[in-house]
């Protein structure tokens, strides 16, 4: 298996979907090698970090990270072995990274997100073993539609049409590949995500005063995830009730024009940007809200949802999300209608029936939503494809 | 030879607007009337033109035919508003003498849950439009989406009503067939006709399932069914929704068809009535008990499906809540909109019941879930509030 990040190394959903899947996957007896860049600036115990007896990972030493930008990328410490861009690197990386066909046995591949196709690729053609494609999101999902990379869609499409068979993390996804890379929709099949729950339990109430409701955002502050829309749905909750606060968790290229926008419209002292958080803290912040909102404007799945739900907190999302078509006991709007989704939660909140019920079969919905059931479809998946190249 | 007693329920809510929280105080407009007339017209072409047409013709063709029907009082209000061609159609079919119309409550409520006097009120609100449409008196009674128990039945006694419809649900037959007369437990006159929804759900809901063992249903096998029923019972109440002809079940499926080819079979072995003249021919055999709430939706035959969480329940306390203030007040528009809010589709629009398995709750609701409908319904509460405390 090649990814690209795991936790607690990760800036977002894809290091949190490997883990989940790589570990229910390894409980029903599939041996797993996680391959994954990483810098040897990280502690040796991160390298080979145990999963289960079955997984072991290998870190190729690299200084990809995941969601990285080709701006990104030329601004950090280069040593001498890297590439000069991002793609040289990505190649680079495919090559060292697909010499462990030879030498670790294995009997499919499967590699997550574009970084890696190359890697898999490379790695098929060394052992002929199948490949399968893990799509968390395309080039089109990353930057809403506007300025695709040519470099990484080519990147995206060869993986697509080389690869034995792709997973969508959802029918939105599905359906972008059929439209944007002309894939034939029976090479390609949907598994959802699921929510890991060894999350941090507390019985502390983590709210700030008892007056103000709090609304969270928490995601990469990047145009696909709709942070610019948050504020604006803030904005136009604080005209009608004051008594709200609103917190932006996460970190990205946006944030300084985010926290900017936010000052020009009066709401310095109504949202707090935290910054990125991990852990405990993590699960805290989604326990101190009232209501998540994920206002994305094209999410291929969407794990926060989950959990905040795991945190027994209920959601508002957008309907332009692959989790929107799997989760029903949650609120949705489209991206844009701020209007809509300013409604909603303060309606929401304002009748207490409705958020209690909302509340109750979000507790009990989130129980569905465990990886063994992904990791069963993968299992099979990988039986058929087997069964058909071998 | 068994007796046919054929009932439809044609019925539609206005649908309420997405009224927002924002819209509270600033305007009173909650149903959309835009998309209650597309609706309606919609329903109109596929349903009640060519039903409306078939049956006017088997009405003419078969003397012996008969038919029955209940209309909620908002549907009768929006054909005259947006198809009074299609009603000119029902007046037809009514005016051939060969039908008999029912009532039931004119908003389509569940007032006789909430509020005794205002489901009486209703019911005279509804008897009195059937008379100026239809120029008929009705002497049967039955209750929205069939809300039954023994309760009702003594007191729609007293309202002077000779027969009531309920669901023929085994629990409360046991091991009695729902083809015969009954009569509620404690009453004088009043008899109790039961849908045998073996029979009726044939039609409604399994018409077109291709997995169904008998599909593709002919009106000749059909008949065979009801033929065999001859041995065990005296009457088939074969009750359903009017729109199952052209709205639930689709003109492609054949269902119109079937519907024109059906009574020449039937007629070989067996008699049309209305519910009035079944209760003249028929004696009661048995008395039945219902002490507890039946109603004909879903499994469990209750009323789970309008009021069975915690959104229904505070929405619905909410509304009823507000009777006292709004009789004193005699304002007509505030009273309407009040009515209007009762009609039990709001309620069923917020039902999480099945939602996780997206069935026919979830084919019906306008809503993209039932916290938007819980929502709007109650921004709309509060408006009227504000509109009680003003006028």
Redesign the interface.
């Known amino acids: 298996m090649y990814g690209w990040e795991f936790p607690p190394h990760n800036s977002g959903g894809l290091g949190t979907a490997c883990y989940g899947l790589t570990k229910s996957l390894s409980k029903l007896g599939t041996q797993i090698t996680f391959v994954l860049p990483g810098l040897s600036k990280i502690p040796s115990a991160d390298f080979i970090k145990i999963i289960s007896a079955n997984t072991k990972t290998i870190r190729i030493n690299s200084p990809i990270i995941g969601y990285m930008t080709s701006q990104e990328y030329f601004k950090i410490d280069k040593n001498d072995i890297y590439g000069p861009t991002l793609f040289a690197e990505v190649e680079r990386y495919a090559q060292e990274a697909s010499r462990l066909a030879k030498t670790e046995k294995h009997d499919l591949i499967h590699a997550h997100d574009w970084m890696t196709y190359p890697a898999g690729l490379k790695a098929k053609q060394i052992s002929k073993k199948p490949l399968i494609i893990h799509v968390h999101a395309t080039e089109f999902d990353r930057t809403g539609g506007h300025g695709v990379n040519q470099h990484v869609y080519k990147i995206e499409k060869l993986g697509m049409e080389q690869a034995d068979h792709i997973i969508a993390v959802s029918n939105f996804t599905k359906n972008k590949i059929i439209q944007h890379y002309h894939i034939p929709p029976e090479k390609i099949t949907v598994v959802h995500n699921a929510v890991d729950f060894t999350n941090f339990k507390s019985n502390r109430d983590f709210k700030i005063n008892k007056k103000d409701k709090i609304i969270l955002f928490l995601g990469r502050i990047t145009i696909q995830k709709g942070p610019d829309w948050f504020v604006y749905l803030a904005k136009r909750i604080l005209d009608?009730d004051p008594n709200y606060k609103f917190i932006v968790v996460g970190s990205g290229d946006m944030e300084g024009k985010i926290i900017e926008k936010a000052a020009e419209l009066n709401l310095a002292d109504k949202i707090s940007f935290t910054g990125f958080l991990r852990g405990p803290e993590l699960d805290q912040i989604y326990q101190m809200a009232d209501l998540y909102v994920m206002p994305s404007i094209s999410e291929p799945f969407g794990i926060t949802p989950l959990e905040a739900m795991r945190n027994n907190t209920p959601c508002l999302i957008s309907?332009q999300s692959g989790v929107s078509e799997v989760l029903?006991?949650?609120?949705?709007?489209d991206f844009w209608d701020i209007?809509?989704m300013?409604?909603?939660i303060?309606?929401?909140l304002?009748?207490p029936?409705?958020y209690?019920?909302?509340k109750e079969?979000t507790a009990q919905?989130i129980k569905k939503f465990n990886w063994d059931e992904p990791a069963q479809k993968c299992l099979s998946l990988y039986k058929k494809i087997g069964e058909t190249k071998w | 030879m068994v007796n046919i007693c054929f009932y439809f329920q044609v019925h539609q809510p206005y649908r309420l607007k997405k009224y927002r929280v924002f819209d509270i105080g600033q305007h009173h407009n909650y149903f959309d009337e835009q998309k209650n007339k597309e609706i309606l017209k919609k329903v109109a072409t596929k349903c009640y033109f060519p039903a409306n047409k078939v049956i006017l013709n088997l009405l003419k063709e078969h003397p012996e035919l008969k038919v029955s029907y209940s209309f909620s009082g908002i549907v009768l209000e929006q054909l005259e508003k947006y198809s009074p061609k299609a009603l000119n159609l029902f007046q037809k079919i009514v005016n051939t003498g060969q039908v008999e119309i029912l009532d039931e409550t004119y908003h389509h409520s569940l007032a006789f849950l909430y509020s005794k006097k205002e489901f009486e009120e209703q019911i005279k609100m509804h008897t009195k439009k059937i008379k100026q449409l239809f120029g008929q008196k009705p002497k049967v009674f039955r209750n929205t989406e069939l809300i039954y128990n023994n309760q009702l039945a003594k007191h729609i006694e007293k309202l002077g009503y000779k027969a009531i419809l309920a669901e023929g649900w085994d629990h409360y037959l046991q091991w009695r067939s729902p083809n015969f007369v009954y009569q509620p437990p404690k009453t004088k006159r009043i008899k109790l006709l039961l849908k045998n929804y073996k029979l009726s759900d044939d039609i409604a809901f399994r018409f077109s399932d291709k997995n169904w063992k008998e599909h593709p249903l002919t009106a000749e096998k059909y008949a065979h069914w009801i033929n065999q029923t001859n041995k065990n019972g005296e009457i088939v109440n074969l009750f359903m929704d009017y729109e199952t002809f052209g709205e639930h079940q689709w003109a492609d499926t054949g269902i119109f068809r079937f519907l024109a080819s059906l009574p020449k079979y039937l007629l070989r072995f067996n008699n049309f009535v209305t519910p009035s003249e079944a209760i003249k021919r028929l004696k009661p055999k048995d008395t039945i008990n219902i002490p507890h709430l039946l109603s004909w939706a879903d499994t469990e035959r209750d009323v789970s499906a309008w009021s069975g969480n915690r959104m229904q329940q505070s929405a619905l306390k909410n509304l009823y809540q507000l009777q006292r203030q709004i009789k004193r007040k005699n304002n007509k528009q505030i009273l309407n909109d009040w009515r209007q809010l009762q009609t039990s589709d709001h309620f069923y629009y917020m039902c999480t019941k099945f939602f996780n398995d997206g069935d026919v709750h979830k084919y019906f609701n306008p809503y993209d879930s039932p916290y938007d409908c819980f929502i709007a319904f109650m921004n709309i509460i509060n408006d009227l509030k504000t509109r009680i405390k003003k006028s």
């Open positions: 009608y309907k029903h006991h949650c609120l949705k709007a209007n809509k300013a409604d909603q303060i309606s929401i304002k009748y029936e409705g209690q019920h909302l079969n919905e």
